[in-house]
Nanobody, 115 residues
């Protein structure tokens, strides 16, 4: 049973950057797809980006060109580089397998973008 722990969130001004990390308790080498989701207050949790074991990526339209997902199998970690942040990117960010598994959801990491 893999466990994923998110980190790297914080407060940043609009236009700034953050890099989120998703550290796995075990090997992610055999995990086909890992994704980053986010949930803003009062809204549903939406998929932001995902990456396959072969490195193929997929992004929500709202973050294309600004966010980059990557994975380091040797470090069992998935990253989300977020550039040109906007206030509407404010949310709690989570990582999970895709499709997500209920038991894998963690506490997430809060990203707050001030205008």
């Amino acid at each position: 049973q893999v466990q994923l722990v998110e980190s790297g969130g914080g407060l940043v001004q609009a236009g700034g950057s953050l890099r989120l990390s998703c550290a796995a308790s075990g090997s992610i080498f055999s995990i086909d797809v890992i994704g980053w989701w986010r949930q803003a207050p009062g809204k549903q949790r939406d998929l932001v980006a995902s990456i396959t074991s072969s490195g193929r990526t997929n992004y929500a339209d709202s973050v294309k060109g600004r966010f980059t997902i990557s994975r380091d199998n040797a470090k069992n970690t998935v990253y989300l580089q977020m550039n040109s942040l906007k206030p509407e990117d404010t949310a709690v960010y989570y990582c999970n397998l895709r499709p997500p598994r209920l038991e894998v959801w963690g506490q997430g990491t809060l990203v707050t973008v001030s205008s």
